[in-house]
């Protein structure tokens, strides 16, 4: 089942049928991981529920983080390969968020499919 992670003034919030214990396990390799925050997996998880690339501003207002948070997510997301930036030929300010191969991957290792 998918988890719909939410990084809320320190609070974790989640819609799944998984139970905390198996959500809080699934997590564990992402939260090891060195630069990895909640927030990022945030990213993470709205991009794998995504049927295609994810508008940039519309990212943010879902996951109700500031802009300059969800640039702050993305950078890191974009160093670690885990997603890939479009920018918009006919709007030079719009920017399509989409998943890199290697961010599925990390996504299925921590037990969630996308």
């Not at 997996?41 to 943010?60: I, K, M, N």
């Not at 300059?68 to 974009?78: G, P």
Request: proline letters at 4%.
């Amino acid at each position: 089942m998918l988890a719909t992670v939410i990084d809320n003034n320190g609070i974790i919030r989640y819609h799944t049928a998984m139970t905390p214990a198996a959500l809080l396990s699934s997590l564990r390799p992402a939260l090891k991981h060195r630069h990895m925050k909640v927030r990022h997996l945030a990213v993470l998880l709205l991009l794998a529920e995504a049927p295609s690339r994810v508008d940039f501003t519309a990212g943010a207002w879902d996951l109700r983080l500031p802009k300059s948070a969800m640039t702050r997510s993305c950078d890191v997301l974009y160093k670690l390969g885990f997603i890939d930036r479009e920018y918009s030929q006919d709007d030079a300010r719009k920017i399509f968020l989409g998943m890199t191969p290697k961010g599925r991957e990390f996504i299925r290792s921590m037990g969630v499919s996308s």
